[in-house]
């Protein structure tokens, strides 16, 4: 049973920081590659960072690059999100995902979600 389990989420000041973990088991982890994903009320779920593996590359979007850090452990099949500097703007539900390899034969790859943990940032 594939499972993506995230966590750390809670109420942060602007300003500060938070590191959100993603579990994960039912699939071999390092041949996915990761991303977190947000969604606020109201708007569109948007990719906010990614990591691929083996490689480890990274990319971000640009409202939070300089900010984020996305990080995996294979090891440990766990994801992470080191959230700082945050702003008000960055208050979401933030999903875990996996996206799979290629096929060989095509059509879409492999793609699974987590529930969610909620961050709000507020005074």
């Known amino acids: 049973q594939v499972q993506l389990v995230e966590s750390g989420g809670g109420l942060v000041q602007p300003g500060g920081s938070l590191r959100l973990s993603c579990v994960t088991s039912?699939?071999?982890?390092?041949?996915?590659?990761m991303s977190w994903n947000r969604q606020a009320p109201g708007n569109e779920r948007e990719l906010v960072a990614s990591?691929?593996?083996?490689?480890?590359?990274?990319n971000y979007a640009d409202s939070v690059k300089g900010r984020f850090t996305i990080s995996r452990d294979n090891a440990k099949n766990t994801m992470y999100l080191q959230m700082n500097s945050l702003r008000p703007e960055d208050t979401a539900v933030y999903y875990c995902a996996a996206v799979g390899p290629v096929r060989p034969l095509g059509g879409l790859r492999s793609t699974y979600w987590g529930q969610g943990t909620q961050v709000t940032v507020s005074s």
């Open positions: 039912g699939f071999t982890f390092n041949n996915y590659a």
């Open positions: 990591i691929t593996s083996p490689s480890g590359s990274t």
